[in-house]
């Protein structure tokens, strides 16, 4: 069973998104960051699927449609997320791991995005989750979305916002050129990293010979 809600053209960037609506704290993190993924990606489309129990009836089935559609809007319009979304909802009886990796397949996805409520260690995340399964038999990238750590309060990091000229120079270089004059200065870069360097692959014979922004 399967329906989009929304619209678009072009080449897509195809997203497959598993969702259990009985999980909906670890399913939630991960919707929000597939979502903010895919809204980033020029032509984005994320394709969300619940898997029911092999027996489920059609009545279930249907129901659960409904629930996920209702869910997925309410989720979108929190996120506040502009412009429209090419985005697809699919419902499937059957194994959770085996089902959304199939309709990876079946899309032909660039990548899946599944959730975990699990602790976020690498050891707890993929033993025996679905998370593991899926990225043990998709052909596509998996992310594992898993709920988000609460810092005790002696190790909270502070991430600072992006320098708005940074990404006003970003946007005007077209992503030939990171920072604005101010970051760009040596003894700036210092204060936070040692080496930023700009090219494209491969590099060039000569590239070593080079003194990037912001190394002694």
Known sequence: MSNVVATGGGRSFVLVLGIDLNDQQSSGHAFDQALRLAARIPHGEVHVIHVVHPEASAEKSNEAAGLLKLYVSDKA???????PLRTGIHVRRGDPAK????????????????GTHKAPHLRSIFVGSTGERVLATAKCPV??????????P????????????CV????????REWWCGRHAERHHLRRHHI??????LPFAEHDSAVTPTGAP
């Open 99 to 114: 089902e959304i990796a199939q309709l990876a397949a079946d899309l032909d996805a660039d990548m899946i995005v599944v």
């Open 77 to 83: 319009a929190a996120l506040g997320l502009g412009g």
């Open 168 to 175: 006003e120079r970003r946007s005007a270089t077209q992503g």
């Open 195 to 200: 080496y930023s360097y700009h090219s494209e």
């Open 143 to 152: 992310f594992v979305a898993g709920p988000r750590p609460s810092p005790q």
């Open 154 to 165: 002696s190790h909270i990091i502070i991430i600072e916002p992006p320098c708005p000229e």
